[in-house]
């Protein structure tokens, strides 16, 4: 998706800040509506002339609440009440103007529902033609000119298109705002949780460095012990059989080998053992069942049986960078078809992921922190990011990493997708 695509789908009016205080913007237009009611109520006018107006403010009364719901702001309902409010005003002021000052709520809401910038431009030109096409039907060329309504409803439109577009600005300055600081945070519970996890790592292989130094040293010490006594207890008594002291040893010695295994299994479970690609291959493999649980695309891997061996660093660096394009595709692409391939020719591994989605400029369009984040990472561990995309035509994010570098980092284990 596009900057300007997404743009648009941000500035929706059902994500813009119009819809955090929407419920006094509700109460405002009741309390205008009810206003003009009562100055046209209390008007020196027949009857007759009243009963029009009235009955138009009443059922814009009615259905405002019907076609301005939050759930009903991407449908055509409120395209369909702001054309019934322009209708009521233009009747308004073809009437004398009485109830006019409903139109302190009918230019903000034009910005409200018509749901782009556009729209809200188109809205409020309809709505100024209206009324000076109205107030010359009524007071006639005698008592406003032409050229007076012309300027009048020039000034009307431009003041009114100016304050909206403004707001339109601030509105978008704020969600990008906003954006930035989700993104920011986000970056820092990732950071977080790779400091918590070199840490934890950094203590496994301490303990483990205990462990080797300490009791499986003593307990090979104790093995050696015993078969150099049993060596000279056969020495010092040969062609007898098994003497009850010898059978002690033997079991001192079964019961040493015994505890020797444990703390070797111990030492290669907390330990830094030499990485095969297992672990990557796995997490990479889980991100085909998340992917599934959600709703658009379908994920094809195609994953070597086995791969060299890599570190720690090179695996977090290869998964994270298979999510974070993961993460775009569902967020930015609408793609139907995504496709993640991992081989390792040449003594170098290359990720490449291919979708069909919308595309777009990587000339014009803003790079979010996803994207430098993953190139940041890959360029520790030597590696290149390369991103190809036009619009309509799909994106395609490939990393190649070398395998004969190895980063300096303290290695930290692959996490779950």
Known sequence: MSARQDRAERMRPDRSVWVGGMKWWHAAFYVVLTTA?????????????????????????VVYPFLTRHRNLRTWKPKAYLVLLTAVVILLVSQGGVGMVILFVAFPQMWMFAGTARGGVAFTAILCIGVGAAQLQFWNESEISLSGAVVQAATTFVASTMLGLWIYKIIAQSEDRGELLAELEAARTELTASYREQGAMAERERISREIHDTLAQGFTS???????????????????????????????????????????????????????????LDALARLEESFADDPGADLVLTLPGSLPPLSSVQQIAILRTAQEALNNVRRHSSAEHVTLRLEAPDRRLTLLIHDDGDGFDPGTATHGFGLEGMAARLDEIGARLDLQSAPGEGTTVSATVPLDLHPQRQPAQVGNA
């Open 37 to 61: 009611v009562l100055i046209i109520v209390g008007y020196d006018g027949s009857g007759i002339e009243k009963i029009p107006m009235l009955l138009a403010l009443a059922g814009l009364g």
């Open 222 to 280: 104790i093995i050696m012990l015993t078969e150099a006594a049993q060596a000279q207890l056969r020495k010092e008594s040969p062609g007898s059989g098994a003497t009850a002291l010898e059978q002690q040893l033997q079991g001192i010695q079964s019961t040493a080998r015994s505890s020797l295994q444990e703390a070797r299994s111990l030492i290669a479970a907390t330990g830094p053992a030499p990485l095969q690609g297992a672990d990557l």
